[in-house]
C-alpha cells in the first residue's frame, strides 16, 4: 500500500544481533501496529502506538522493543536476534480496519 | 489460547462453484469482525466487515454471516475465481480496544 512503507523488505542477520526495522506511513494516523506472521499462528500483535511516545505491549512482545518520535515512523527493534524472531513482519495503522504494509522477511541464522 | 479459530488449514474448490471459509471465536467482548485477503509476498488486505448488530453483510460476491449465539462466522464466496486463491485470514476486535485478533488462515485454492 502506497500509504505505508516498510524497510527492510528483506534481512537476513545473525544469531544475537540488534536488528531494528522501519514503518514508515503517510496517512498521519493515530495508531500503529507491528505484527509477525508465522505458518500455523496467523497474524500476532508484538507491540502497538497510539500516538507519539505511546507504545504498548501485544501479545508476543518478549525481545522486542518499539519506538515512535513521529507521528510517521514506527520502529521495530529486535534487541538480541534468536533463531525463533525469524518470521514474516507486518506494520498496520487503523482503527477497527487496518491497513497492511507489504512487509519485512526477516532470517535469524 | 487462541480466541480466534480458523480450523481448516485449507480448502479447494472448483471455480464457479462456491467457497465457505468458517471462523469461530470465544471472547464475548469481540464486537466487530473483518476477513482480510493475503497473496503471497504482499500484506493483507481488508475484503469485508460486520458489526455484532448485524447477521449478515454483502459485498459483490462476497458476504460474510455471523451468528453470535455459536461464536461462528463465515466467508462465502459466490461464484469463486482463481484470482481468489489466496490465504483469508478472520480477524476480530472489541475485547481490548481496537486491536485486531486474528486467526491462523485458511489457504483457498480455487481449480480452473
Known amino acids: 500500500d502506497a500509504g505505508i512503507t516498510q524497510s527492510p523488505r528483506h534481512k537476513v542477520t545473525e544469531t544475537g544481533t540488534p536488528v531494528t526495522l522501519r514503518c514508515h506511513q503517510t496517512?498521519?494516523?493515530?495508531?500503529m501496529y507491528w505484527y509477525r506472521q508465522d505458518p500455523g499462528h496467523g497474524l500476532r500483535l508484538i507491540h502497538y502506538?497510539?500516538?507519539?511516545?505511546?507504545?504498548d505491549k501485544g501479545e508476543v512482545s518478549d525481545g522486542y522493543s518499539v519506538s515512535r518520535s513521529k507521528t510517521e515512523d514506527f520502529l521495530l527493534t529486535l534487541e538480541s536476534a534468536t533463531s525463533s524472531q525469524t518470521s514474516v513482519y507486518f506494520c498496520?495503522?487503523?482503527?477497527?480496519?487496518?491497513?497492511f504494509g507489504s512487509g519485512t522477511r526477516l532470517t535469524v541464522v | 489460547d487462541q480466541q480466534v479459530k480458523q480450523n481448516s488449514p485449507s480448502l479447494s474448490v472448483q471455480e464457479g462453484r462456491i467457497s465457505i471459509l468458517n471462523c469461530d471465536y470465544t471472547?464475548?467482548?469481540?464486537?466487530?469482525f473483518l476477513w482480510y485477503k493475503k497473496y503471497p509476498a504482499e500484506g493483507p488486505t481488508f475484503l469485508i466487515s460486520?458489526?455484532?448488530?448485524?447477521d449478515k453483510n454483502e459485498d459483490g460476491r462476497f458476504t460474510v454471516f455471523l451468528n453470535k449465539s455459536a461464536k461462528h462466522l463465515s466467508l462465502h464466496i459466490v461464484p469463486s475465481q482463481p484470482g481468489d486463491s489466496a490465504v483469508y485470514f478472520c480477524?476480530?476486535?472489541?475485547?481490548?480496544?481496537?486491536?485486531?485478533?486474528f486467526g491462523a488462515g485458511t489457504i483457498l485454492r480455487v481449480k480452473s
Open positions: 498496520a495503522i487503523g482503527d477497527y480496519g487496518y491497513t
Open positions: 496517512e498521519n494516523h493515530r495508531y
Open positions: 502506538s497510539y500516538g507519539v511516545k505511546d507504545t
Open positions: 471472547n464475548s467482548m469481540f464486537d466487530y
Open positions: 460486520i458489526s455484532s448488530i448485524k
Open positions: 480477524a476480530a476486535s472489541g475485547g481490548d480496544g481496537n486491536k485486531l485478533v
